[in-house]
């Protein structure tokens, strides 16, 4: 990571913000094909992600950084048309929202590391209820990850 | 085989000794951190195996599920220990208790559980909240490759306990 710490946390923060408003912009979609308590737990999740993007924005607010604004429109990773394409594309959303709050983990300002661990581990909770299963390494490309002899 | 014995002394008082080399360099603070994860981690894998060989409660599918995951956690924890060295894995069962938390206790041969099927999901639940949670405190003072790895560890292992909570009839 280059930049002084503030500019590296002004990048992560709106790395995340990005997450943010795509897994909004995302459960706006899943919710359309869900219904019952799968659409409740939609409606949570996207309420969790639309806090979440507050949070970031007052936090760059308070670094004097502009919040990047949401896209009008994003491109999924994959057609929806389906509830099991829906819980597809929580999944992948969640795992995205993860990867990009461990940018946050990777800085030194401790309260933006906590903030940063404490939504990773919310992103994995919820892609792990979509999902039907956990995994060992929310968040965390294969490449991060040691190889072992 | 015994030249090469006989010649050792030579070569090393050639090298000036071992002593020209100095004190060894004390292990870097994420060394220790790095023991308290690994120690609290082979702990939660001694749970999970003792909890396999002895109850029929939860699902063995779902306990072995979550096994695999915490010996893959402490495989990638071990590969960053420089092998060979004093602190490299199998060292960090005697490290120092981390923290408060039951999960960090310095980890015993065999760990006592729970045998009703209940009560053993409902032990691990807790368990598995306290190692999540002690790794979010630890990763605090992390350098930063190892917090994220931390993070990781400790949100996987939050996802652990609804997964035992169902099985304990909890949710």
């Known amino acids: 990571m280059t930049g002084s710490p503030s500019r590296q946390a002004v990048r992560a923060l709106q790395a ?6 795509a897994a909004s912009y995302g459960y706006g979609v899943i919710g359309a094909h869900l219904t019952g308590s799968a659409l409740a737990d939609a ?15 007052l936090s760059l607010q308070a670094r004097g950084a502009a919040p990047v604004p949401a896209a009008v429109a994003y491109q999924l990773p994959h057609p929806v048309g389906t509830a099991a394409e829906a819980s597809s594309l929580a999944v992948i959303l969640e795992e995205r929202v993860a990867r990009a709050y461990l940018g946050l983990v990777a800085l030194t ?30 968040g965390l490309p294969p490449s991060a990850l040691a190889r072992r002899s | 085989m015994l030249a090469g014995a006989a010649a050792l002394p030579l070569f090393l008082a050639g090298c000036k000794g071992l ?49 695999l995951e915490h010996q893959q956690h402490l495989g990638q924890l071990r590969a960053r ?34 045998a009703e099927p209940g009560q053993l999901a409902s032990y691990l639940a807790g368990e598995e909240q306290a190692a999540s949670d002690y790794l979010l405190r630890e990763l605090l003072a992390a350098p930063p490759a190892l917090a ?17 909570q169902v099985a304990a009839g909890h949710r």
């Not at chain 2, 360099?25 to 060394?31: E, F, H, K, L, Q």
């Not at chain 2, 894995?89 to 559980?113: T, W, Y």
């Not at chain 2, 993070?151 to 035992?164: D, G, K, Y």
């Open chain 1, 109 to 138: 300002d401790q309260s933006l590391r906590q903030l940063g661990a404490l939504q990773v581990r919310a992103a994995a909770l919820r892609g792990a209820a979509w999902r039907g299963r956990t995994v060992a390494f929310p």
């Open chain 2, 148 to 164: 994220q790895l931390l993070a990781s560890i400790s949100a996987s292992e939050a996802t652990h306990v609804p997964v035992l």
């Open chain 2, 81 to 114: 220990l420089i092998a060979g060295s004093p602190q490299a894995a199998g060292a960090a069962s005697a490290a120092a208790s981390p923290g408060g938390s039951a999960a960090s206790r310095s980890p015993a041969p065999g760990p006592s559980i729970p």
């Open chain 2, 19 to 67: 002593q020209a080399l100095g004190t060894p360099p004390r292990p870097a603070p994420d060394v220790g951190l790095l023991k308290g994860a690994i120690a609290a981690e082979e702990l939660m894998v001694a749970r999970y195996q003792a909890a396999l060989r002895g109850a029929q409660v939860v699902p063995e599918v779902t306990l072995s599920a979550l096994l």
């Open chain 1, 43 to 57: 409606t949570a999740d996207w309420v969790a992600h639309q806090r979440a993007r507050d949070v970031l924005q």
């Open chain 1, 16 to 21: 995340a913000l990005a997450a943010e408003e």
